[in-house]
Nanobody, 114 residues
Framework: QVQLVESGGGLVQAGGSLRLSCRTS????????MRWYRQAPGKRELVATI??????DYVDSVKGRFTISRDNAKNTVYLQMNSLKPDDTAVYYC?????????WGQGTQVTVSS
């Protein structure tokens, strides 16, 4: 079992920044992959991935603007979001994929005003 608790969402103007955090109930160094998804009306999207080996990947629309990272000592994964756009508005979910199972956080709302 892996419990995930997200924080850091909010309302920001276009061009601004936010940092999302996802704290896990177990050591993230042992979790196969940590991901951030986002859900907007009618659309769900994988935004960023970081593997246990530290390999990262991003959807094209956020490359160069978002950075996924982790702090093993704090069992926390971060999503640094810069140069935010109104199209980034969504509920952001943290996901852990571990031993063939998916675990989800409760989601945190990010709203970007134009």
């Amino acid at each position: 079992q892996v419990q995930l608790v997200e924080s850091g969402g909010g309302l920001v103007q276009a061009g601004g920044s936010l940092r999302l955090s996802c704290r896990t109930s177990r050591s993230i160094s042992n979790i196969n992959a940590m991901r951030w998804y986002r859900q907007a009306p009618g659309k769900r999207e994988l935004v960023a991935t970081i593997t246990s080996g530290g390999v990262t990947d991003y959807v094209d629309s956020v490359k160069g603007r978002f950075t996924i990272s982790r702090d093993n000592a704090k069992n926390t994964v971060y999503l640094q979001m810069n140069s935010l756009k109104p199209d980034d508005t969504a509920v952001y979910y943290c996901n852990a994929y571990h031993i063939f199972r998916d675990y989800w956080g409760q989601g945190t709302q990010v709203t970007v005003s134009s």
